[in-house]
């Protein structure tokens, strides 16, 4: 949506909001509207669509104003915006629901469709997610902001991962991680420190990760920080009783890189394996 397009509109709800208009003229004007769609272009059409959505949430009709922007698709998402942000100003959150539910079905489509550079789709998604957050608390509809969060990786990979460690769903977090390749370890230290507390066994996949990408570094101090995290990595595995895995995988990883000579010093050093081997 061009800003001239949007500027029209919001002047059109500037004024009808203001009006004292009855409903018989709203519905007189929207049939003139609805007689003037079919022969519009793309863009007046949604922007005439847009503007009979106004007319018809000033009447209540919010199930019909939800028709017309299905009808319109993510593009409808820019409009949409500011309507929620209305909605959630005036404390009207039961009445933000259904629109929500599109707004963050669709919202990933409308980024990438609106805006080429990445920064700009990261921008708009925190912006929206201070509606959509103050909407969900209200409604207990957490469910309608992690679907937004994760309908649109990775512009909310941030927002994303505070949200899954506020609600100690560590699983989902670290999975997270592991799939967008953050180095966690330093991107998060804190909240990695507080998860090997809590529940440890949720670390692993990150703890794997790390030691494969220091083991290829191949420099002795990469090797040493292997070893730490292999460690960490034993430690976890007889806490869950699962001392088998551990020596399989130890033995694999000595097997695999048998040939890195500094490597398998440091792992006698750090007792992983015997001095023999």
């Not at 959509?132 to 927002?159: G, V």
Request: proline share 4%.
């Amino acid at each position: 949506v061009d800003s001239f397009t949007f500027y029209r509109w919001q002047m059109y709800v500037l004024i009808w909001s203001a009006s004292l208009a009855t409903k018989e003229e709203r519905a007189a004007e929207m049939r003139r509207l609805e007689s003037l769609i079919p022969s519009l272009a793309e863009v007046e059409a949604e922007l005439a669509k847009m503007m009979v959505v106004h007319l018809l949430m000033l009447d209540g009709k919010d199930e019909e104003a939800l028709q017309y922007i299905l009808s319109i698709g993510p593009g409808a998402c820019y409009y949409l915006t500011f309507i929620l942000e209305e909605l959630n100003d005036e404390k009207q959150h039961t009445r933000m629901i259904p629109f929500v539910e599109f707004y963050s079905k669709n919202i990933k489509a409308f980024l990438t469709y609106s805006y080429t550079q990445e920064y700009k789709r990261t921008n708009y998604l925190y912006n929206a997610l201070q509606i959509i957050r103050p909407f969900s608390s209200a409604t207990k509809r957490f469910d309608l902001l992690e679907r937004m969060l994760r309908e649109t990786i990775p512009y909310s990979l941030s927002p994303y991962s505070h949200y899954l460690y506020e609600k100690k769903d560590y699983k989902k977090w670290v999975e997270l991680q592991v799939a967008e390749r953050m180095n966690v370890l330093f991107e998060w230290p804190q909240q990695t420190k507080e998860i090997q507390k809590e529940n440890p066994e949720v670390l692993l996949p990150i703890y794997h990760q790390q030691v494969i990408q220091l083991i290829g570094s191949k420099n002795r101090s990469s090797y040493r920080e292997a070893v730490k995290y292999l460690k960490k990595l034993r430690t976890i595995y007889k806490k869950l009783k699962r001392v088998p895995v551990w020596e399989s995988y130890i033995t694999y990883i000595s097997e695999t890189y048998k040939r890195l000579r500094a490597f398998q010093e440091e792992l006698r050093k750090g007792k992983l394996i015997d001095a023999a081997d």
